[in-house]
């Protein structure tokens, strides 16, 4: 059958409408056996990485495997050099030093997500149950996080100062811990109550314990039974949870979505999905002209806020650090001022369930690769960088000289709300840098869905970055 020519307008409109379509469609098999693999790795890699503390030992594992060094270990920088900087062991920085060591090329993203702490002095028993009263980091619907089983990490330290690292429930065998919800016969009230009182702050009560210690004289008998086991296992007492870091997060597993198995739904995409997309990045650059930078931060849910925070002086201290051991003459603050940066964060994709509370036109789609946003933040322009035109023409350039699916939107329509990323803290040096990362349904949700075309498509935009 001949192919029926083109009208002149028909070409006019193809010429000069935007339209991005399926990055699928682009995706020839070999390339979605890619796509896959990655897929699988990264559900590895985020399946174990549950807290901000278990992140950043599994990036330091895979740079070790990579042969990236400890930043102590160097007396001083050369090309070729591949280092990293922990910072109490909640951030990561790792480089590539490149031909150039004085132009940096740096990614940051975040590897804390929302989850549950608990109070310093949380244990109680009440109605034949021991108890942990959990106080929520981050932004959460708190109604999601009942129902649904818990695993136990963290680190707790004993009266003599021991560390104690605690990880319960990721192991087959292991038990779970649950916040109940009350029963729809008799929630009628609380049916009536707005979202955001329905499970409120002081009712998310982690379920720890059930059985009394065998000694009627004793009033709280199934507390006394949990610390004792706590302290015939580990040497804790009830103090001791003052000195804790212990996080509840979703047991829920990385699983696929979709009888084409083309969506992957974990717990913490947000941001780890960035966190490894450009850690791989990083590990995969060759040859890299400029010296390539992986900065993974902590606390961005809360503001990033605080010394491992983005809005501290990490990257700062980083430089300084820098200078010293590549023999560069001039200052930190010149150093980053001429840095390139790129903010991988996730951003909100089209639901259509929801579509009401995005503008069509102008919001990331699952599938049509890594969404690049000029700014995040929300109202008018409030808590972003705004990158600028220029800058963001060379990440247009770039995607477009790698064949990199990508497409652009922002996060809801104007007046709904938004959200914030490291960029403004980044930007802060005066680097160039821009929001680069996939887009995600039921973003901090405890199971977040993200498609395995944009996670590749984010690896491969960021690995290009690297090593233009
Ligand atoms: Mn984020
Ligand atoms: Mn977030």
Redesign the pocket.
């Known amino acids: 059958m001949q192919e029926e020519k083109k009208s002149e307008n028909k070409q006019l409109e193809e010429k000069l409408f935007y339209k991005k379509e399926s990055s699928w469609l682009d995706y020839d098999e070999n390339r979605e056996k890619e796509v896959f693999a990655f897929a699988e790795d990264y559900k590895d890699f985020i399946g174990k990485s549950k807290t901000e503390r278990l992140c950043v030992k599994n990036i330091i594992e895979i740079l070790e495997k990579s042969g990236f060094k400890t930043i102590d270990k160097f007396t001083s920088l050369k090309k070729g050099d591949k280092g990293y900087r922990v910072f109490k062991g909640k951030t990561v920085t790792a480089f590539v030093v490149g031909d150039d060591p004085a132009s940096l090329r740096i990614i940051g993203s ?1 590897l804390d997500s929302p989850r549950l702490d608990l109070k310093p002095n949380p244990l109680y028993q009440s109605h034949e149950l021991a108890l942990l009263q959990s106080h929520y980091y981050g932004g959460i619907k708190k109604f999601h996080w009942v129902n649904i089983p818990l695993e136990l990490h963290g680190v707790i330290f004993t009266r003599e100062g021991k560390e104690i690292s605690l990880s319960i429930g990721s192991n087959p065998g292991d038990p779970l811990f649950i916040i109940p919800d009350l029963l729809p016969h008799l929630a009628k009230d609380q049916m009536k109550k707005e979202a955001t009182k329905v499970i409120e702050g002081e009712e998310l009560n982690i379920i720890f314990g059930h059985i009394p210690i065998r000694d009627k004289e004793i009033k709280e008998g199934i507390k006394l039974n949990i610390l004792k086991y706590l302290n015939d296992r580990y040497g804790l007492i009830e103090e001791d949870f003052i000195t804790a870091e212990l996080e509840f997060v979703p047991a829920q597993r990385p699983i696929d979505i979709g009888l084409d198995r083309g969506l992957v739904a974990a717990y913490g995409h ?2 780890r999905v960035c966190v490894y997309s450009s850690l791989r990045a990083l590990v995969d650059a060759t040859d890299v002209s400029k010296t390539a930078i992986g900065y993974f931060s902590d606390k ?1 849910e809360t503001g990033s806020y605080g010394d491992t925070g983005a809005e501290s002086f990490a990257l700062i201290n980083f430089a300084s650090h820098y200078i010293r051991l590549t023999g560069l003459d001039l200052s930190p603050w010149m150093l980053l001022e001429n840095a390139k940066a790129i903010s991988a ?2 951003t909100g994709a089209m639901d259509p369930t929801f579509s009401s509370v995005n503008d069509p036109q102008n919001v990331s789609y699952l599938g049509k690769g890594v969404s690049i946003e000029k700014y995040g933040g929300g109202g008018g322009k409030y808590n972003t960088n705004d990158a600028h035109a220029e800058y963001t023409q060379y990440m247009r350039h770039l995607a477009m000289k790698n064949k990199i699916p990508w497409q652009t939107g922002e996060m809801g329509k104007l007046d709904i709300g938004g959200g914030g ?1 490291i960029a403004m803290f980044m930007s802060r040096y005066g680097m160039d840098c821009i929001d680069v990362g996939p887009c995600l349904l039921g973003m901090h949700s405890p199971c977040e869905v993200a498609s395995k075309g944009d996670i590749f498509s984010a690896y491969l935009l960021y690995k290009a970055f690297f090593m233009d």
């Open positions: 975040h947000d941001d961005e964060d996730v990323t």
